[in-house]
């Protein structure tokens, strides 16, 4: 069984920065594409970013590109989501998500298996 652990959530004033880990229980680790993904109340699940198994590939949502940087740590089974001039907005239960699809898929249905979430709450 699979399981993604996440970590590093909290609260934090707008402006600030935050990183959030994700780490996996995967046996092959470098055979996944990872991805972050968000839930603000009464809100669809949308996706933040993603990351090629090898790191090389990243794509972003647009509402977070310029201020969010995902990256991953193959020998540590270990994905990270580094959050920066955060706003309000971004308050959100923050997923990470595992795809065995090589593309970096921003459709949460292309990925297999999902963390239980971290709050990250922004205060303006």
């Known amino acids: 069984q699979v399981q993604l652990v996440e970590s590093g959530g909290g609260l934090v004033q707008a402006g600030g920065s935050l990183r959030l880990s994700c780490a996996t229980s995967?046996?092959?680790?470098?055979?996944?594409?990872m991805g972050w993904f968000r839930q603000a109340p009464g809100k669809e699940r949308e996706f933040v970013g993603a990351t090629s198994w090898s790191g090389g590939i990243t794509s972003y949502a647009d509402s977070v590109k310029g201020r969010f940087t995902i990256s991953r740590d193959n020998a540590k089974n270990t994905v990270y989501l580094q959050m920066a001039s955060l706003k309000p907005e971004d308050t959100a239960v923050y997923y990470c998500?595992?795809?065995?699809?090589?593309?970096?898929?921003?459709?949460?249905?292309?990925?297999?298996?999902w963390g239980q979430g971290t709050q990250v709450t922004v205060s303006s």
């Open positions: 995967v046996r092959t680790f470098t055979s996944y594409t």
């Open positions: 998500a595992a795809s065995v699809s090589p593309v970096t898929s921003s459709t949460k249905y292309d990925y297999r298996y």
